[in-house]
C-alpha cells in the first residue's frame, strides 16, 4: 500500500522554468536554495583523507566529532553545558526532520505542529505515520493531542527569527503537553542584523536548567556549502537523544566516515563561515535593493538564505511574470496558505546570474 503523501511540489514549476529558459539571456534559478560556491577545500581534503573506510561507522559519530558539535553548540550558539551525550549526527537535516514522528512512534490521532508558513518536510514526516498536522505559530494554540512542535528560525521560506523569549514560552507550552519541541535552526548563522548567529532553543534562557524533551536541529549545508555531503546533527535533552540513537542504530543510519572527517573540519572553519556570510550578504543586499525599487515588499527576511517578497498579488501571478524576466522563484503557496501573496527569492546564485537579474528587474 503506498503512503498517502502530498504531491511533490516543484513539478508545478516545471512550466515557469521552461519559460525563464527560454530568455535570451538564459535563466536566473533564484527559486532553490542549494548552495552554488566551492566547498572549502580544507573540508575536501579532510574528506579525501579519510576516504579509506573500510569499517562501519559509529551510528553515534566518532568521539572527536561528538567533542567537536558539543564545543560548536558552545562557542557558537551560546550553550555551554552540553556533553557528548547531548549530541549525534545526522545524514543531512531533512532525513530526521521527515523521519522523526516515526522515531517518536506517533501515529493517528497525534499532532504535528508546524509553522504557518513552513518547509514541506514536517507535513511530509505527519503524513507518514498518519498524523494530523496544525499550522500555528502561537503556543497557547496548541492542543492536548501535540505530541511533537516543529519551529524554524531562522525560518524557510519567511527567515523570521524567533526571540529568546519566544523560544521559552514554546518551550513552556510544549512541556506542559508533554511534546517533544524541536527547533530546526539550520541557518543561524546568517543572521543579517548581527556578526552572531540567532538565538538556539538551547540556550540557558530558553531551557531555564533542563533540555527535557527539546531538541536542537542543525546542518552545515548552508553555512560551509556541504549539501552534497548531508552533514547535520542534533542536540538536545540527553534521555531522548538517546532514544533516538537507539532507533536508529537499528535503521542503519550511519553517517559515512568520511563526512565525519569533513564535518570536525567544517565546525572549526569560522573563517570560512564568515566569508561565506559576506557572499550571501552581497547577494542580498543586491537583490532586495533592486526588488525593493521594482514595487516588491520585502517582509520578515531577518536571517536565512532567502528574500520572503511580495507585490500584494497571488504568488503564481508573480512566479509567471518573473519567469518572462528568466527569473524564477518559489511561489509561497508551497509553504502553506500563508504564503499565497509571497514568493521566496533564494540567495544561491553566482555573482554573475544575481547581477543579471538586478540588470532586468531594473528594466523591466
Known amino acids: 500500500m503506498a503512503l498517502a503523501l ?64 558539543v564545543e560548536w553548540y558552545r562557542r557558537r550558539r551560546g550553550v555551554p553545558d552540553l556533553t557528548v551525550d547531548n549530541v549525534i549526527p545526522t545524514i543531512g537535516s531533512k532525513e530526521f526532520v521527515a523521519l522523526l514522528p516515526t522515531l517518536l512512534g506517533l501515529g493517528p490521532g497525534d499532532v504535528v505542529v508546524q509553522p504557518t508558513a513552513a518547509y514541506p518536510s514536517y507535513a511530509v514526516g505527519a503524513a507518514v505515520v498518519g498524523a494530523t498536522v496544525l499550522s500555528s505559530d502561537e503556543p497557547e494554540e496548541w492542543p492536548a493531542e501535540t505530541k511533537l512542535v516543529w519551529l524554524n528560525s531562522p525560518g524557510n521560506p519567511d527567515g523570521r527569527v524567533h526571540s529568546l523569549a519566544f523560544l521559552r514560552r514554546a518551550v513552556v507550552r510544549a512541556r506542559e503537553l508533554g511534546a517533544v519541541i524541536a527547533n530546526d535552526e539550520c541557518y543561524a548563522e546568517l543572521d543579517w542584523g548581527s556578526d552572531e548567529p540567532t538565538p538556539s532553543i538551547l540556550h540557558p534562557e530558553v531551557t531555564q536548567g533542563s533540555r527535557r524533551l527539546t531538541l536542537s536541529v542543525y546542518s552545515l549545508s548552508k553555512q560551509s556549502n556541504l549539501a552534497g555531503y548531508r552533514a547535520a546533527f542534533v542536540a538536545g535533552c540527553s534521555d531522548l537523544v538517546g532514544e533516538l540513537l537507539a532507533a536508529r542504530k537499528h535503521l542503519g543510519l550511519m553517517p559515512p566516515a568520511p563526512v565525519q572527517a569533513a564535518m570536525l573540519v567544517a565546525l572549526a572553519d569560522e573563517r570560512g563561515v564568515a566569508e561565506q556570510k559576506e557572499r550571501y550578504r552581497r547577494r542580498r543586499d543586491a537583490l532586495a535593493g533592486a526588488l525593493t525599487a521594482s514595487g516588491f515588499r520585502i517582509d520578515g527576511s531577518e536571517a536565512g538564505l532567502y528574500l520572503w517578497a511580495t507585490r500584494d498579488e497571488d504568488c503564481w501571478t508573480t512566479v509567471a511574470a518573473l519567469a518572462e524576466l528568466g527569473i524564477l522563484v518559489a511561489p509561497g503557496a508551497f509553504y502553506g496558505d500563508a504564503g499565497a501573496r509571497h514568493v521566496r527569492v533564494a540567495l544561491t546564485a553566482t555573482d554573475e546570474r544575481v547581477d543579471e537579474a538586478v540588470s532586468r528587474l531594473g528594466a523591466r
Open 6 to 69: 502530498p504531491d511533490f511540489p516543484w513539478d508545478l514549476l516545471t512550466p515557469y522554468g521552461d519559460r525563464a529558459r527560454a530568455h535570451p539571456g538564459g535563466i536566473v534559478d533564484l527559486s532553490v536554495g542549494s548552495p552554488v560556491d566551492p566547498t572549502p577545500a580544507s573540508v575536501r581534503e579532510a574528506l579525501a583523507a579519510a576516504t579509506d573506510a573500510h569499517a562501519y561507522p559509529a551510528t553515534a559519530g566518532s568521539p572527536a566529532l561528538r567533542e567537536a558539535i
